[in-house]
């Protein structure tokens, strides 16, 4: 088993930053994918970026390409999501999760989700 936890949402200006974070506990995080995801009001659950183990890849969906960032602490058992020039948008409940090893694209476990909201 593995308990992700959340952390670092809430309310910004469009334009502003926020930095979430998603610890990790109960098993190797250090040698697991992660991903983010976000799930606007009456919105389908949609894929924001993800991070290899290592932390030497990265990708990301086009809506936030250019403006967000993932990054991890293995030694922390932490990843990390900087988002710069927040937009309305972007208002969400953002989830963290952890890639199977087995089924690829898919997600084993997921956070409990932190709001994010952006006003205009």
């Known amino acids: 088993q593995v308990r992700l936890v959340e952390s670092g949402g809430g309310l910004v200006q469009a334009g502003g930053s926020l930095r979430l974070s998603c610890s990790a506990s109960?098993?190797?995080?250090?040698?697991?994918?992660m991903g983010w995801f976000r799930q606007a009001p009456g919105k389908e659950r949609e894929f924001v970026g993800s991070?290899?183990?290592?932390?030497?890849?990265?990708r990301y969906a086009e809506s936030v390409k250019g403006r967000f960032t993932i990054s991890r602490d293995n030694a922390k058992n932490t990843v990390y999501l900087q988002m710069n020039s927040l937009k309305p948008e972007d208002t969400a409940v953002y989830y963290c999760?952890?890639?199977?090893?087995?089924?690829?694209?898919?997600?084993?476990?997921w956070g409990q989700g932190t709001q994010v909201t952006v006003s205009s």
């Open positions: 991070i290899s183990w290592s932390g030497s890849s990265t």
């Open positions: 109960g098993r190797a995080f250090d040698s697991y994918a």
């Open positions: 999760a952890v890639a199977s090893k087995v089924v690829p694209g898919h997600y084993d476990y």
